[in-house]
């Protein structure tokens, strides 16, 4: 079946340093989202991104989306603590197999 | 303003034992789903309905059933435990199919 592919798998980070994780489709996308779980938690819906090249931001978080539709990058400027948690990115495909599926996520840990 | 519920937050079952878990959302959602999350596998799409009236397989079906009991219910069931079912559940609805979706906090589950 389709996949998402993450990395990394883990990122840990001292509080004021830069973040970074990326997703690849070896298929075109029809749009990708972005989850947030905190350890013990739930995982949160953060954004959607379905138009080529489209760069969205949540004040130090900005999503981007590849002009082929096929990759997709979360990258959280000078993290805090409170950035801690998981981070999946989840992708659907048009068609017949339109399931929305999940990476396996990026654990981000932040030093304070 | 609930969200999503599930119950049970935990459960321990023995082999062979049968259990279904509920979930209820409040939001009016057409689509509700069941997910699985174990260590390192990410979120995998075991069941989801469409509407009500409708459910279908998603990644990893084997082993449960679901039921659609009207458009704010969906229960999974497992008819006989196994260990390998040994994961958090989450429960999740969303307004249009497979898009934002708002997960409950999960059911944590041991098959002894």
């Known amino acids: 079946g389709q996949q998402v592919m993450q990395i990394p798998q883990y990122q840990h980070v001292q509080e004021g340093e830069d973040f970074t994780t990326y997703c690849n489709s070896s298929t075109t996308l029809s749009n990708i989202q972005w989850y947030k779980q905190r350890p013990g938690g739930h995982p949160v819906f953060l954004i959607q991104?379905?138009?080529?090249?489209e760069v969205k931001k949540q004040k130090r978080l900005t999503f981007q989306f590849g002009e082929a539709k096929k990759n997709s990058s979360l990258h959280i400027t000078a993290t805090q603590t409170t950035d801690v948690g998981t981070y999946f990115c989840?992708?659907?495909?048009?068609?017949?197999?339109?399931?929305?599926?999940f990476g396996k996520g990026t654990l981000l840990t932040v030093n304070p | 303003n609930a969200g999503v519920t599930q119950t049970p937050k935990f459960q321990v079952l023995k082999t062979g034992q049968s259990m279904t878990l509920q979930c209820a959302q409040d939001m009016n959602h057409n689509s509700m789903y069941w997910y699985r999350q174990d260590p390192g596998m990410g979120l995998r799409l075991i069941y989801y309905s469409a509407s009500e009236g409708t459910t279908d397989k998603g990644e990893v079906p084997n082993g449960y059933n679901v039921s659609r009991l009207n458009k704010r219910e969906f229960s999974l069931r497992l008819e006989s435990a196994a260990p390998s079912q040994t994961s958090v559940y989450f429960c999740?609805?969303?307004?249009?199919?497979?898009?934002?979706?708002?997960f409950g906090s999960g059911t944590q589950l041991s098959v002894l």
């Open positions: 989840a992708g659907l495909w048009g068609g017949s197999n339109y399931k929305l599926t």
């Open positions: 999740a609805s969303s307004s249009t199919l497979m898009e934002k979706l708002f």
């Open positions: 991104l379905v138009k080529s090249g």
